[in-house]
DNA sequence: AGCATAACCGGACTTAGGTCCGATTGTCGA
DNA sequence: TCGACAATCGGACCTAAGTCCGGTTATGCT
């Protein structure tokens, strides 16, 4: 029992080499596979194969497919999150919370609008999962914060996400309704759901 | 070529008996079979053998999974879209735009309570199908009326009716936000996006 | 260096939605 | 009543996600 209470003790014993090795080559072979023909060609079967790894691994390493798409993204998501916790306002610190709230939006709706389909594909592999990604998580703290003044800044943050979910904007703009127009009226949405109360 | 004049012309044949008779029965046997067991029983395969039926024939009558359920739903939905065109204000004609708009979230949310697991899976059963079921177009363009007055109706319509995604208020309740505050945050949203614009 | 252990590997297997096509059967016109 | 046509039927088949478990290998301790 000794033993035990060192094994508790002691730090988790780091990735082994050839986890970590094979989990670059399943992103790679991911990434590659996405390039050349698109979310049709992203199967799980196919990264395994490309990846020469077998399937359990890749479940392993990355849960689900949600899961191995969101770390394909994760790159670019986290150069997001740092402009907003880090960076210069009006997107990080610094600005009032409409103004912040209104710059996520402008640059998370760019973000979209460069990887919709891989966003879509890690919101949509199961049923929840956009709620399970860290990231919305993540966001959805960020923005319940700039609506702390409001009655209800956790429902509101979720409803604030509902405007970007990847399956609505992607059926928008088959809908022939444009970024253009999104931003539009994600801002306006924003603008009139964020403001502070107002007194009568 | 006369005969296929003709044919054009001639209203198209009524349902063959053996169809409609089995339409009624995979109804009967998915609502039963949701009765028994939950969404978690709702197999297409199973309510074909339960119905007596080929799964052919369940995939030609529906189209597809979110389909049957839509359909299993059909009743309950249609009740509402009468009471919005025909009934009594506020939630009918007659009534203001926001009080009619708030009105018809408060009449959806009770609904989505009591069907949350039949709507969630029609509207997640293949990514998009929540904006193919017939009834969101309507509700669609019962809100797009009702906001004629803001600058893009048709988007805030959209965002609108995100709200009230059977995903998001399933995550909503997991994470203890209970149909109250659901409410209250939904009509808050509603009140602060469907005023009219305001001068300055 | 050698060994015990735990993590890892990979492919066969399961599940479930959706497609297809030969056989069947209802419907319409004569 | 009867025949031809077209819609319908049904189950075998396909695809793709996710699970499982026996064999393998890196790791850390002695």
Same mark, same amino acid.
């Given at each position: 029992?000794n033993d @035990? ?7 988790p014993? /780091? ?12 992103? @790679?072979? #991911?990434?590659? *596979?996405?390039a050349?023909?698109? !979310? #049709?060609?992203?199967?799980?079967d196919a990264? #395994?194969q ?5 399937k359990?691994? !890749? ?7 949600s899961?191995l798409?969101?770390? *394909?993204?994760?790159? +670019?998501? +986290? @150069?997001l999150?740092?402009a907003?916790?880090?960076? /210069?306002p009006?997107?990080?610190?610094g600005? $009032?919370?409409?103004e912040?709230a209104?710059?996520f ?7 979209l609008?460069d990887?919709l389909?891989?966003?879509? *594909? ?7 999962? +956009?709620f ?9 703290r960020?923005l319940?914060?700039l ?5 209800? $800044? ?6 604030l996400?509902g405007m !970007?979910?990847a ?7 088959s809908?022939?309704?444009d970024w ?5 009226g994600v801002?306006?949405? !924003?603008d009139?759901?964020?403001? $502070?109360?107002?007194? $009568?």
């Amino acid at each position: 029992m000794n033993d @035990e209470l060192l094994r508790v003790l002691r730090r988790p014993p /780091r990735e082994r080499a050839d986890a970590a090795r094979n989990r670059t080559r399943v992103l @790679e072979a #991911a990434s590659r *596979l996405f390039a050349e023909g698109g !979310v #049709a060609a992203l199967t799980v079967d196919a990264v #395994a194969q490309a990846a020469g790894v077998g399937k359990g691994t !890749v479940f392993r390493r990355f849960d689900d497919k949600s899961g191995l798409v969101s770390a *394909l993204l994760d790159q +670019r998501e +986290r @150069e997001l999150q740092e402009a907003v916790v880090f960076g /210069r306002p009006p997107l990080g610190p610094g600005a $009032p919370a409409r103004e912040r709230a209104l710059a996520f939006f402008d640059a998370y709706l760019a973000y979209l609008a460069d990887h919709l389909d891989l966003v879509r *594909l890690s919101e949509t592999a199961a049923p929840g999962a +956009r709620f399970r990604i860290g990231a919305y998580v993540f966001w959805h703290r960020h923005l319940a914060i700039l609506c702390a003044d409001r009655p209800d $800044p956790d429902h509101l943050a979720h409803v604030l996400l509902g405007m !970007v979910a990847a399956d609505l904007n992607a059926e928008l703009l088959s809908q022939g309704i444009d970024w253009g127009r999104i931003r539009a009226g994600v801002a306006a949405a !924003v603008d009139a759901l964020v403001a $502070p109360v107002h007194a $009568p």
